[in-house]
Each structure stands twice: as C-alpha cells, then as structure tokens.
C-alpha cells in the first residue's frame, strides 16, 4: 500500500537552511505536499509539486522532486524562530497519505 | 467563506459510550476525509468520501462510522468509545479533480476517552 517516511526530528540554527527529506512509495501519485502544523493549530498547505516537476521555488521554500528515487525534499532557505513547526509530507493518489511529520526545531 | 468546520473543539467521553463528529464545508468540495493525529504517527487516514453518497475505509477504519448524505457533511460516528481512540481529530475537504489540489483542514477535535 501507499506508504510516506519522513525523519521525525530537525535542528537548525537560525538564518541557516533547513532540508526536510520524504520519500513515498506510490508512483501513481499525482501532487505531493507540504503542510505545516504550529502548535495546537490545524495543518497548513505551505506549497505542493506536480509529479512531472523537478523543483519548485515559491520565495525562501524550494521542493525537489526525484520521481525516479521517489524522494521528495523541502528546503527553507534563511530559517526563522517562526519556522518552528512540524512539517508533514503528503502524496496524492486517489486518496491523501501523509507521513509522520518532521519537527523543526530552531536553534538561536 | 467559513471554510471548513469542526464540532465540537474539544470532549471527554466515558469508554462505552457514543458520539458523532461533526464536520461541514461550504466550498463544495467532493472529497472529504478524517485523519487523527497521535504522537509520533502522524495523520492516519479514518475514513473519505469522493462525493455523496460514497464512502470509503483509509488506513485506521475499525471502531468509526460515516456517512455522506450531502456534499457539505461528512459526520464521523464512534460507537462505542474506546481509550485507543483518544487522539486529535481532523476532517480535510478538497476538489475531487481540477488544478486546485489544496486540501484545507478544519481546526480538530480533541477527544479523550477515559
């Protein structure tokens, strides 16, 4: 079946770039995500790739997307206090699967 | 637009006992979903719905129940509670085909089963 793995734990020094990596097993999928949870706070989309795109850049958030790996990774370039969060990678089949999530914590 | 809605924010229920989630959207979306969150497991996908009338089992099924009589709701049941079904609750809703692939998520519903 359809399966999302993610690190579950990222440290990062303020103003460096933070890396999340995701890889997913379904090749059919046909959009993959990221979402962005703060604390006590439902899941926000941050940005998302088509599954014939490479990359995506939308201002300090790149995506990368390996189709043939199946390896998805999210940079944010310049990270802030506010980038705190868990971030959660997702693909899109017929149905959204998500993985555990990545904490990002930031280091001052 | 509210966008999409969830009742209640928060409960406490005594093992045994029943209740519905509620969930609503207003943006005529076909798909809609429940996931809960727990610690370390991410979202697991309960149950979704590509349309009224049509339900389908995610990943985490057993112990909930839906139903879609319309396209603006998507109420999830418990029907006998169990403290394995403590978590946060959360009903996504999307456009089932198109280039708007955005799921948006309600705020969750935190239940506690003692």
């Known amino acids: 079946g359809e399966d999302v793995e993610q690190s579950l734990f990222l440290s990062v020094r303020e103003g460096d770039s933070s890396v999340i990596n995701c890889t997913y097993t379904?090749?059919?999928?046909?959009?993959l995500y990221w979402y962005k949870q703060e604390p006590g706070a439902g899941l926000q989309l941050l940005t998302y790739?088509?599954?014939?795109?490479d990359m995506k850049q939308d201002q300090r958030l790149t995506v990368l997307l390996n189709k043939k790996d199946k390896h998805l990774s999210l940079r944010i370039a310049d990270t802030q206090t506010g980038d705190s969060a868990i971030y959660f990678c997702?693909?899109?089949?017929?149905?959204?699967?998500f993985g555990k999530g990545t904490r990002l914590h930031i280091l001052p | 637009n509210a966008g999409v809605t969830q009742t209640p924010k928060f409960q406490v229920l005594k093992t045994g006992q029943s209740m519905t989630l509620q969930c609503a959207q207003d943006?005529?979306?076909?798909?809609m979903s429940w996931y809960r969150q727990d610690p370390g497991m991410g979202l697991r996908l309960i149950h979704y719905s590509v349309g009224a009338g049509i339900t389908d089992q995610g990943e985490v099924p057993n112990g909930y129940n839906v139903s879609r009589s319309t396209t603006e709701d998507f109420p999830l049941r418990l029907l006998s509670a169990a403290p394995s079904q403590t978590s946060v609750y959360f009903c996504?809703?999307?456009?089932?085909?198109?280039?708007?692939?955005?799921?948006?998520f309600g705020q969750g519903t935190r239940l506690t089963v003692v």
């Open positions: 379904d090749s059919s999928s046909t959009y």
């Open positions: 943006m005529n979306h076909e798909y």
């Open positions: 996504a809703s999307r456009e089932q085909g198109g280039d708007n692939t955005e799921a948006f």
């Open positions: 790739i088509f599954s014939n795109m």
């Open positions: 997702a693909e899109r089949g017929d149905k959204i699967i």
